[in-house]
């Protein structure tokens, strides 16, 4: 069954937000098709699609999701080639609560005039991967960020091959803030302007992945590791 988004879903509605039928097309959705609704706060509407071509809806049955145990918020260095898209799309379909995009110092691409643009573009990959992955909360975008003005929220890491610890070393918390590096990792003092904010470094055991795949890599281990995934 196809997942939508519409952020002013209510148990009135009789019609799908207006911007969702160019996705309907595209799925070649049909009058008495059912599909499922969400408000991306976490609650879902099973409907059933009365006309196709204007939208209209009839709501079936109402279902709130219960929030991932551990809430992950992932700060993704700005990266070439699509990599930091990548690793939104994947982290966002793995259900991280956030993704702040990071401007490091040895990041090639600059967003510059385009920031507001760009976050624009990470929103609505934001919005596909929670509609592809059937999810009911949709991932915030925050502002761009360096390691000089990042607080992060709970436990506080930053992937560092180099560093001492293992994730699977660390005692794990309700909250946690990934930072992720760009392809050439963190300048020295950069590294050093994080640790003092309160990250901690950790490696993810002996590998070095790339930028696109370090983020999701260290959800879905947290994830394993917490028991997230054993959930029903």
């Not at 901690?200 to 947290?222: D, E, F």
């Not at 394993?224 to 054993?230: E, F, P, Y």
Request: net charge neutral.
């Amino acid at each position: 069954m196809h997942w939508f988004y519409d952020p002013e879903i209510t148990e009135s509605s009789t019609a799908i937000f207006e911007r969702e039928l160019t996705h309907f097309k595209a799925l070649r959705i049909r009058n008495d098709d059912q599909i499922v609704i969400t408000n991306g706060l976490g609650v879902s509407h099973k409907a059933v699609v009365v006309d196709v071509s204007s939208g209209q809806i009839r709501l079936l049955a109402k279902s709130i999701a219960n929030e991932q145990s551990v809430t992950i918020h992932l700060v993704q260095a700005l990266a070439k080639g699509g990599r930091d898209e990548s690793a939104v799309q994947t982290a966002c379909e793995l259900g991280v609560a956030s993704v702040t995009p990071f401007q490091a110092k040895r990041s090639i691409v600059e967003w510059g005039s385009k920031t507001a643009r760009n976050q624009e573009r990470w929103h609505q990959i934001a919005v596909s991967a929670m509609k592809q992955s059937q999810q009911s909360f949709l991932p915030t975008i925050g502002s761009l960020s360096t390691a000089k003005d990042l607080v992060g929220s709970g436990l506080k890491l930053v992937l560092d091959p180099g560093a001492e610890k293992s994730l699977s070393e660390i005692d794990l918390s309700p909250e946690i803030t990934i930072v992720v590096g760009p392809e050439g990792g963190f300048e020295a003092g950069e590294l050093n302007l994080l640790m003092s904010n309160g990250f901690k470094a950790v490696r993810l055991g002996n590998s070095v992945l790339r930028t696109s795949s370090a983020g999701p890599a260290a959800i879905a281990a947290i994830q394993a590791l917490s028991g997230s995934w054993n959930n029903g």
